[in-house]
Nanobody, 126 residues
Framework: QVRLEESGGGLVQAGGSLRLSCAAS????????MGWFRQAPGKEREFVAV????????YYADSVKGRFTISRDNAKSTVYLQMNSLKPEDTAVYYC???????????????????WGQGTQVTVSS
C-alpha cells in the first residue's frame, strides 16, 4: 500500500508561481512512476505531468509544457510540481498519483495509476 499526501496549494495571482509537493510512504519510492493530475470544477480529471522512476524521463500536457516542471527526490520520497507563469485556467484541485507497473511507456491515463493523494487546491486569480 502507498500513501500519498500533497501540499503546497494555495491562492496566487496570474503570472505567479507555486510548488506542489507530494510525499509518499509505504513502498520503496524509487519503484514508483509518479504523475500529477488536476480537476477543475465541472470538468473531468486531466493529466498534467509524469516522471519516470529514475527521474530521467518526463512528459507534460501541452497546456502546461514550458511552464510546469515535475521532479523527484527519491531520498525524500517526494515528487514536486513547480508551476510558473500560472494562468486562471490552471485553477483546479491537483492530485499526485503513483504507478508501480513496469512498462516501457509512461502512464498518461488516470486509470493506469493505482494510488492517489487527497488533492490540494490551486486557485489562480486574474
Amino acid at each position: 500500500q502507498v500513501r500519498l499526501e500533497e501540499s503546497g496549494g494555495g491562492l496566487v495571482q496570474a503570472g505567479g508561481s507555486l510548488r506542489l509537493s507530494c510525499a509518499a510512504s509505504g513502498r520503496t519510492f524509487s519503484s514508483l512512476v509518479m504523475g500529477w493530475f488536476r480537476q477543475a470544477p465541472g470538468k473531468e480529471r486531466e493529466f498534467v505531468a509524469v516522471l519516470s522512476r529514475s527521474g530521467g524521463n518526463s512528459y507534460y500536457a501541452d497546456s502546461v509544457k514550458g511552464r510546469f516542471t515535475i521532479s523527484r527526490d527519491n531520498a525524500k520520497s517526494t515528487v514536486y510540481l513547480q508551476m510558473n507563469s500560472l494562468k486562471p485556467e490552471d485553477t483546479a484541485v491537483y492530485y499526485c498519483a503513483a504507478d508501480r507497473t513496469i512498462s516501457s511507456r509512461l502512464p498518461l491515463l488516470d486509470r493506469q495509476y493505482e494510488y492517489w493523494g487527497q488533492g490540494t487546491q490551486v486557485t489562480v486569480s486574474s
